[in-house]
């Protein structure tokens, strides 16, 4: 009659339950498509994740070229302008027009040269005072840029926090299914095929039955 032979196989699959995962931060939600995260519309962490997405190119454009254009610049430059003002005006009365004019010298070339020596210290200050508050603006946006990106990758971290606990919610909450399938192979002859057979066979017994060898 012959063998036959059996190959099943089988396939799993998962589906998962469509879960919402939130906190005070983020919130995320899974479904059989992925999962998807956002942060809580405004919160910090949304505020700066969009705030830094906006401005980062801003803020290190600024630390590459610094100048006196921003509006603390120019406040504190303002600021260090009046003071000098002020004490040169005090210093000039106090140590040059007075002194110079109880000697009836106010317009002599002493006075001149004094003028132009005050002149120089407040052109030399005021100079000194641009270069240091470069410097410090400098550092400022590069302490504002790492604090900024601390806090945005805090925010990422809270993130995939968020996706991670999401995943694992859903796939506790999914099914599992299983397919099987089976294939099956003949090897020799079919049951019609060897009924014939033995119908042939029996015809050829009985014509030599009682005939002795």
């Given at each position: 009659?012959?063998?036959?032979?059996?190959?099943?196989?089988?396939?799993?699959?998962?589906?998962?339950g469509?879960?919402?995962?939130?906190?005070p931060?983020?919130?995320?939600?899974?479904?059989?498509?992925?999962?998807?995260?956002?942060?809580?519309?405004?919160?910090?962490?949304?505020?700066?994740?969009?705030?830094?997405?906006?401005?980062?190119?801003s803020?290190?454009?600024?630390?590459?070229?610094?100048?006196?254009?921003?509006?603390?610049?120019?406040?504190?430059?303002?600021?260090y302008?009046?003071?000098?003002?002020?004490?040169?005006?005090?210093?000039?009365?106090?140590?040059?027009?007075?002194?110079?004019?109880?000697?009836?010298?106010?317009?002599?070339?002493?006075?001149?040269?004094?003028?132009?020596?005050?002149?120089?210290?407040?052109?030399?200050?005021?100079?000194?005072?641009?270069?240091?508050?470069?410097?410090?603006?400098?550092?400022?946006t590069?302490?504002?840029?790492?604090?900024?990106?601390?806090?945005?990758?805090?925010?990422?971290?809270?993130?995939?926090?968020?996706?991670?606990?999401?995943?694992?919610?859903?796939?506790?909450?999914?099914?599992?299914?299983?397919?099987?399938?089976?294939?099956?192979?003949?090897?020799?002859m079919?049951?019609?095929?060897?009924?014939?057979?033995?119908?042939?066979?029996?015809?050829?017994?009985?014509?030599?039955?009682?005939?002795?060898?």
């Amino acid at each position: 009659m012959g063998k036959q032979s059996q190959n099943s196989t089988s396939t799993t699959s998962k589906i998962y339950g469509n879960t919402t995962t939130n906190n005070p931060y983020a919130s995320a939600t899974t479904n059989n498509s992925g999962t998807t995260a956002n942060f809580q519309p405004g919160t910090a962490l949304d505020s700066i994740y969009n705030f830094v997405n906006k401005n980062m190119d801003s803020l290190l454009d600024e630390y590459l070229n610094p100048n006196l254009n921003s509006t603390t610049n120019q406040a504190k430059l303002n600021a260090y302008t009046n003071k000098l003002n002020s004490e040169t005006y005090k210093n000039l009365e106090n140590n040059i027009i007075n002194p110079l004019s109880n000697r009836n010298m106010v317009r002599s070339s002493q006075a001149t040269d004094l003028y132009k020596n005050l002149s120089d210290q407040n052109a030399s200050s005021l100079s000194s005072y641009i270069n240091d508050l470069l410097a410090d603006s400098q550092e400022n946006t590069a302490s504002m840029m790492n604090n900024l990106l601390a806090a945005y990758m805090q925010g990422y971290n809270v993130i995939s926090d968020m996706q991670n606990q999401s995943l694992q919610t859903s796939a506790g909450n999914g099914t599992t299914t299983t397919n099987s399938s089976s294939n099956s192979n003949g090897l020799g002859m079919s049951t019609d095929s060897a009924g014939k057979i033995v119908s042939i066979l029996e015809k050829v017994l009985s014509m030599y039955s009682g005939t002795s060898m």
